[in-house]
C-alpha cells in the first residue's frame, strides 16, 4: 500500500548483496528453506543476519542477534525502530526529500493517534451487513493530502483513446509539498510526532525485548543502510496473520522507505509466501474482490453501474494506473470474446459483483447459519486449517453437498464420519445430510502448468507421468465442469444467464496428445496465451502491456502477465538460461517476473536524483545520458530523463517527474503516509491483539478499532487480562510438515521426522503446572481444547511485558484426525476474528491456559 | 583410479531441515520407524534418534539455553558414516560384505552380507544397523551407485545451505580450512575440524566442521579401531590362556588325586 505493488519488491536471491537482513514474522529457516539459502550466502559474505520471534527457532539458530518478542507487539518494535532513526537523524535524507510524501503536506483536519488516544480521525460506528464482521470502520476524507486549488486549466489533450477524457476528469489539483520538511503538516512531522512515544524504553515495556537488544537491531540496521550500504526485510504470516497484519507490512515498508532501502540491491521487503504459487493466486485470482491484476471487483456497495462508472470510481489519473481502462476492457474481451463490443460495455452488466466480504471466514460462517448450500474444497482443508475449526466442520455438515478434490481423503472430506464431534456423539453420522463428493487429485507433476512464486516469478513445469486411475488436474476438472455448466445453460433465455452463455471457455487441444491415456486434458497454453494477451483480431501475441487497448482490440485476462508468452513457441515462464559467471546476477532469462521481467521494483530509486548510482557498491539501475538501463529491466519509461518535469494537467506517468520511481502511486512517492488503501488507519499504531493478557500500554484504544469480530455462542473471546486464560498462545509450521499435513503426514518419510503434535514450554512454565517433558498437557482457550505432548524447551522463555511475567506457549498446527500420523486440530483454539483489509485472521497471537492431562 | 571422495559438513550453516534425511531414504528407498506412525523422542526436534540401517543420515540437534538465555544456542549436524580410512567395519566382516571402493569410500555389499552384526559393534560411532527389510548390516554407500555415473549424493544435492558438501577430499580439506580461518577471523573463535586429518582413524573421509567439543555432537573425541585391543588384548589372552593352563593343571592333578581317592573306596560311583 505504501509502495503501489502487493509482492515482494525484491527476489531472494538478490538478499546476497544486502549488508543487513532483517527476518521478522518469518521463520525463514523452517519455512523457506530453499529462499534461506541466500541468506547462509549473504552471511557467508559478511552480512549481518537478525531474527525478531517470540521463539527462539531454527532461523535464529542461525542469526547474529536473536531479539525476542511477545507475539503481536511487532508495530510498536518496528515503532521503536522508525522513532531512532528519525531521532538520531539516521534517515536516508535525499532519498526521503525526493522519493518519498515526507514533504506533502495533510489536510488540517487530520487527526493522528496522538490526538485522539489511539485512533485516527474519522472512526464512526459500522452500520453495515454483520456477516461483513466489522466492529468500526473510517471515513478517510481528512486523512487526504492538503492539495491547492483547481485552477480550471487542464493540459490540451493530444491524441485520445476513448476513455482518456474519463480519466482526465479524475484528476486533482497537485499537492502542497515543503521540502525542508519543517511544516508541521508535512507527513515528515506528523510520523515524528506519531512515532516519538515508541521510544526504547517503552519497546521494552510492550514487546518484552530487552532495551540493549533492542538498540543492537536498531544500531545494526542503520549502520547497514545508506548510499553504500542496504538492509533487506523479510517477512511471511507471522505478520499476516494478525488483526493488523497489513499495518505491520506498511510499517515495515515505511521504515525501509526512510533508510533508503527500496527498489535497490540488497535492500526491500521480501514477502515470502506459503505455497508454491500464492503469489498467481492473487495475481490471476482466487480472491473475491480483485479480478486478475489487481483491479478492484466490480461492486453492488459502490458506483459501479456501468463500465464509465465503474472505471471513473477505480481509476487514478495519474500513474500507471491511469491505463485501467485498458486492463478492464482487454479483461472483459477475454471473459466474453466475441460477445464483449462496446455497445454493451463489452459485457460489463454480466460480470458478478460482490455485495459484502465474502473471503473465507464470512463464507464459513455463513455456512454454520445455513446459508450456504454447496462448496468446492479444493488443495484446501478447512476442517484442520480453518480457524476456529470446530465452527467450521460444524459449518460443513449443514451444506447440501460438498466436492473435495484432492490426494488422499482429507480431514474435510471425512468430517462426517472421523471428526471429533462425531467421535463424541454431538454430530452423529445419520443426521448428516451433506453429500460428500470426493475427487482424486493429480499431483503437479502430472500436469502441464505454471507456479508463480514468491518473486513474481512465472515458472513452467512440465508433465512427468500421467496421474493413476481417475485423479484429474484441477485443471481438466475446472474445465470440463464448466463445459457441462455451458451445456446446461445453453438453451436458458433468463437475462442473467447471458453472461455464462457468453462465457469464453475454449481450451480443448487441437489434437489429443499421444503420450497421455487422458485425451481430453485441456491445452494450458490456449490459457497461458489468454492471460497474456493477444490482438483480438489476428490472435497475434502482445509482447508488453504498453500494446494494451481500451477499444476492444486486444483480449488481455491478467495485464501483468503480458509479455509471458510473447509469441508462438516462446513460453518464458519455461526459459532456464541462467546469467553466465560473473554476470549480472539478476537471471533475466531464467522464467519471467511479472511486471516485465523486473526483479526488483521501483529500481529507479537505486540511481540517485540526477540518474547516477547512489554509489559503485550499490550500482543497479541508471541513466546513461540516453536511457535507463543497468542490471535489470528498469522500472520506469525507458527514454524519461531524470531532469525531465511532470506535465501540469498531464495523465498517466506524464504527470511523474523523471525522479518519481514509484510509478504506481498518484503522486510517484513511496508513501510514509498513506491517504487511500488501507482502511485503519494511514499510519501503523500499535494495537494489542483480539485477546492478550495486558492493557495496551501505548493508548487507552486496546484493539484495532476497525478489526473484524464475527460474534457468536461459539466464538467467545477472553476479555483483557483474563486470569484463566494467562498466557500467549501462537501457532506456526515446522519444516517437516506441509500446512494440515496433506502433502506430508500421508507420507511416511515426513511423518516420522515429526510424528506427533506438541507444545512448546518454557521451563519455567512447566516448573508452574508440574509438567515434565513428554507428558501430556491440555491447552483451553474460550473455543476449545487440544491435547498434546510437552517439548520443554529453553528456546522458550518468558518475557517481562509492562511490569508482568509473561508466558508464550508454542503450538504448530499440522495435525489431524486422518493420515499416517494423527493428533489434535489446534487450529480449534484460534477465533473468528480478522483485519478489516483483507480479512485475514489472527492465529499468531491470541491466549491461552495450559495444564497436565 | 578415481581420487578419495567425501563429505565436508559444516554444522555452522546446518538449518536442521533434513532435506538429506528424506532425499537420502528416497533415492535408496529405505523404510521409516513403523511406517511413519513414530512417537515423539522429547530431544529437541530429533525424532528418528540415530544413525541405523534405516537412517544413513541424521540430524542432531543439541540444545545450549542456561537460566538467562544469554548466549543460547542450538547446534545442528547433519551427521553420517565418516568413511574412515582405516576402518572397523571393514577390519571386523568375516565375509568380506565390506569394501573400500575406487572412491575410497566404505560400502556393504547387501547380497554379501550374512547378518552377523559384527561390524555393528567394531563401528566406533555407531553408524551401522541393520535394515529389517534386507536382514542385513546397512549404511551410507555415499552413494556410490550415483558416484558411479559422476553424480552428487542425494544428501548432498538437497542440501539448501550448501552445509554438506560432496567432492574429492583434498580439495574439500582446502575449502574447509579457509572457512575455520574465516570464521575464526569473524571471532567464532571456538570451529574447528573433526576428522580432516590422520589423527582420527588415518583421516576420516567424512569430516565436519563443529563449534563445541566432539562429545556435544555425539562424537567420540578419540575413536579407536577394534584392531586396537589386538596387543592389549591379546596380552589378556595370553595371561589368560595361563591362568586356564594353570587352573587346568591344578584341577587334573586335583582330578587324579580324587580318581585315586575313588579308586580308592568309592569306585562303584564311577560305574
Not at chain 1, 477505480?314 to 485498458?326: D, G, I, R, V
Request: charge should be neutral; glycine fraction near 10%; include cysteine.
Amino acid at each position: 500500500m505504501r509502495l503501489g505493488r502487493g509482492a515482494a519488491t525484491t527476489f531472494p536471491r538478490n538478499l546476497t548483496e544486502a549488508d543487513c537482513i532483517v527476518v521478522e514474522g518469518s521463520n525463514m529457516a523452517e519455512c523457506h528453506p530453499v529462499a534461506f539459502r541466500w541468506v547462509m550466502k549473504a552471511k557467508l559474505r559478511g552480512a549481518k543476519l537478525i531474527h525478531v520471534d517470540p521463539r527462539f527457532t531454527r532461523t535464529s539458530a542461525m542469526a547474529d542477534i536473536h531479539a525476542p518478542i511477545r507475539a503481536g507487539s511487532d508495530i510498536a518494535f518496528l515503532g521503536g525502530l522508525i522513532n531512532y532513526t528519525i531521532q538520531h537523524e539516521k534517515y536516508f535524507k535525499e532519498y526521503v526529500v525526493n522519493y518519498t510524501n515526507a514533504a506533502t503536506l495533510v489536510r488540517e483536519d487530520f487527526k493522528d493517534t496522538e490526538d485522539l488516544d489511539g485512533v485516527f480521525s474519522g472512526l464512526k460506528p459500522y452500520t453495515g451487513d454483520p456477516l461483513n464482521g466489522f466492529v468500526g470502520q473510517y471515513a478517510t476524507e481528512s486523512w487526504q493530502y492538503e492539495r491547492a486549488p483547481a485552477d480550471g486549466q487542464p493540459a490540451a489533450p493530444g491524441p485520445e483513446s476513448p476513455f482518456d477524457a474519463l480519466v482526465r476528469e479524475n484528476l486533482k489539483p497537485p499537492p502542497l509539498r515543503d521540502p525542508t520538511l519543517a511544516h508541521p503538516r508535512t507527513v515528515f512531522q506528523i510520523l515524528k510526532r506519531h512515532f516519538s512515544r515508541y521510544t526504547p524504553a517503552m519497546v521494552e515495556r510492550v514487546t518484552g525485548c530487552p532495551r540493549a537488544t533492542f538498540l543492537k537491531v536498531a544500531e545494526a540496521i542503520t549502520a547497514n543502510s545508506g548510499p553504500d550500504k542496504t538492509t533487506a526485510f523479510c517477512y511471511a504470516v507471522g505478520w499476516t496473520q494478525h488483526t493488523y497484519g497489513p499495518q505491520m507490512i506498511s510499517c515495515c515498508a515505511l521504515l525501509q522507505l526512510l533508510l533508503g532501502n527500496i527498489g535497490r540491491p540488497g535492500g526491500g521487503v521480501m514477502a515470502l509466501r506459503g505455497h508454491a504459487t500464492i503469489q498467481g493466486s492473487t495475481d490471476v485470482p482466487t480472491l473475491y474482490h480483485s479480478i486478475h491484476g489487481y483491479m478492484n471487483a466490480p461492486s453492488v456497495l459502490r458506483k459501479h453501474d456501468t463500465l464509465a462508472d465503474y472505471l471513473r470510481a477505480e481509476t487514478l489519473a495519474t500513474s500507471y494506473w491511469a491505463n485501467q481502462p485498458k486492463f478492464m476492457v482487454s479483461y472483459l474481451k477475454s471473459m466474453y470474446g466475441a460477445a464483449a463490443t462496446r455497445d454493451n460495455d463489452y459485457g460489463y452488466g454480466w460480470h458478478p459483483r460482490i455485495s459484502g466480504d465474502h473471503s473465507h471466514l464470512p463464507m464459513m460462517v455463513a455456512m454454520a447459519d445455513g446459508k450456504v448450500r454447496g462448496m468446492f474444497a479444493m488443495g484446501q482443508n478447512p476442517a484442520v486449517g480453518g480457524q476456529n475449526a470446530r465452527v467450521q466442520r460444524r459449518a460443513l455438515a449443514k451444506l447440501e453437498w460438498l466436492v473435495v478434490k484432492d490426494n488422499f481423503e482429507t480431514e474435510t472430506a471425512a468430517f462426517w464420519y472421523n471428526s471429533p464431534e462425531v467421535k463424541s456423539g454431538e454430530l452423529k453420522t445419520a443426521d448428516i445430510k451433506t453429500e460428500v463428493l470426493f475427487f482424486p487429485s493429480a499431483q503437479v507433476a502430472e500436469n502441464d502448468g505454471s507456479f508463480t512464486n514468491t518473486q513474481r516469478l512465472i515458472q513452467w513445469h512440465h508433465k512427468a507421468a500421467d496421474p493413476p486411475g481417475d485423479c484429474r488436474s484441477d485443471i481438466w476438472f475446472t474445465y470440463h465442469l464448466g463445459r457441462r455448466l455451458k451445456a446446461l445453460y445453453a438453451r436458458s433465455t433468463l437475462p442473467r444467464d447471458a453472461g455464462f452463455k457468453a462465457l469464453l471457455w475454449d481450451y480443448d487441444r487441437d489434437t489429443p496428445p499421444a503420450d497421455s491415456r487422458i485425451k481430453d486434458e485441456p491445452d494450458t497454453l490456449k490459457v497461458l496465451k489468454e492471460i497474456n494477451g493477444y490482438e483480438t483480431a489476428t490472435g497475434a501475441h502482445l509482447k508488453s502491456f504498453a500494446e494494451l487497448k481500451d477499444d476492444g482490440s486486444t483480449t488481455c485476462a491478467s495485464w501483468i502477465y503480458c509479455g509471458v508468452f510473447p509469441a508462438p513457441g516462446q513460453n518464458r515462464a519455461a526459459s532456464h538460461t541462467p546469467d553466465p559467471p560473473g554476470g549480472p546476477d539478476t537471471h533475466l532469462g531464467w522464467a519471467y517476473a511479472w511486471p516485465a521481467n523486473r526483479r526488483v521494483m521501483y529500481n529507479r530509486a537505486s540511481a540517485r536524483p540526477d540518474g547516477a548510482p547512489w554509489s559503485e557498491r550499490k550500482r543497479y539501475v541508471w541513466w546513461d545520458g540516453q536511457k535507463w538501463t543497468g542490471r535489470d529491466v528498469p522500472d520506469f519509461p525507458t527514454g524519461k530523463a531524470p531532469g525531465t518535469p511532470g506535465k501540469p494537467g498531464g495523465i498517466g506517468l506524464d504527470a511523474h517527474s523523471g525522479a518519481d520511481p514509484f510509478i504506481m502511486r498518484p503522486d510517484g512517492k513511496g508513501w510514509l503516509f498513506s491517504p487511500a488503501g488501507l482502511l485503519d488507519g494511514p499510519l501503523p499504531t500499535h494495537y494489542e491483539p483480539a485477546e492478550s493478557p495486558v492493557a495496551n500500554p501505548l493508548y487507552k484504544q486496546q484493539a484495532s478499532p476497525v478489526l473484524k469480530y464475527w460474534k457468536r455462542g461459539d466464538n467467545e473471546l477472553a476479555a483483557v487480562g483474563d486470569a484463566r486464560f494467562p498466557h500467549v498462545l501462537t501457532t506456526y509450521r515446522l519444516t517437516e510438515h506441509h500446512l494440515t499435513g496433506v502433502m506430508s503426514r500421508w507420507l511416511p518419510w515426513l511423518a516420522e521426522l515429526q510424528p506427533e503434535l506438541f507444545v512448546e514450554l518454557s521451563p519455567e512454565l512447566a516448573a508452574e503446572h508440574g509438567i515434565r517433558n513428554l507428558d501430556w498437557v491440555t491447552i483451553r482457550t474460550p473455543r476449545g481444547s487440544a491435547r498434546a505432548k510437552a517439548l520443554v524447551t529453553g528456546r522458550m522463555r518468558p518475557l517481562t511485558v509492562n511490569g508482568k511475567t509473561i508466558h508464550q506457549v508454542g503450538m504448530p498446527w499440522h495435525w489431524g484426525y486422518q493420515g499416517v500420523v494423527t493428533g489434535d486440530v489446534v487450529n480449534d483454539l484460534s477465533a473468528l476474528v480478522a483485519d478489516p483489509n483483507v480479512s485475514i485472521h489472527e492465529s499468531k497471537a491470541f491466549v491461552c491456559s495450559v495444564e497436565k492431562a | 583410479m578415481p581420487e578419495p571422495m567425501g563429505f565436508f559438513t559444516d554444522t555452522t550453516v546446518c538449518i536442521g531441515c533434513k532435506a538429506c534425511e528424506v532425499a537420502c531414504k528416497e533415492w535408496n528407498q529405505l523404510p521409516s520407524t513403523d511406517g511413519g506412525a513414530n512417537t515423539l523422542s522429547g530431544h529437541s526436534y530429533d525424532n528418528t534418534r540415530q544413525l541405523d540401517g534405516i537412517h544413513w543420515r541424521h540430524v542432531k540437534f543439541v540444545e545450549q539455553f542456561a537460566a538467562d538465555r544469554e548466549g543460547g544456542r542450538w547446534l545442528m549436524m547433519s551427521d553420517v558414516c565418516k568413511h574412515c580410512v582405516q576402518a572397523g567395519c571393514l577390519e571386523v566382516c568375516p565375509t568380506g560384505a565390506i569394501i573400500r571402493t575406487e572412491f575410497d569410500t566404505v560400502v556393504i555389499q547387501s547380497n554379501v552380507c550374512n547378518g552377523c552384526r559384527d561390524c555393528i559393534a567394531a563401528c566406533p560411532f555407531g553408524v551401522i544397523g541393520t535394515n529389517p527389510v534386507s536382514g542385513t548390516a546397512q549404511k551410507c554407500t555415499l552413494c556410490y551407485d550415483r558416484m558411479q555415473v559422476g553424480l552428487t549424493p542425494a544428501c548432498a544435492k538437497a542440501c539448501p545451505t550448501e552445509s554438506i558438501k560432496f567432492g574429492p577430499i583434498a580439495s574439500l580439506r582446502r575449502t574447509a580450512r579457509a572457512r575455520v580461518e574465516r570464521l575464526q577471523g569473524q571471532g567464532r573463535t571456538r570451529a574447528y575440524l573433526y576428522g580432516d586429518d590422520e589423527t582420527i582413524l588415518g583421516g576420516l573421509n567424512s569430516f565436519y566442521l563443529l563449534e563445541d567439543r566432539p562429545e556435544v555432537y555425539g562424537l567420540p573425541a578419540a575413536p579407536k579401531l577394534p584392531s586396537r585391543n589386538l596387543v592389549p588384548g591379546s596380552l589378556w589372552s595370553g595371561l589368560g590362556a595361563l591362568l586356564v593352563g594353570l587352573v587346568g593343571l591344578v584341577s587334573f592333578r586335583q582330578r587324579r588325586m580324587e580318581e585315586n581317592g575313588a579308586t580308592r573306596g568309592e569306585g562303584r560311583r564311577n560305574v
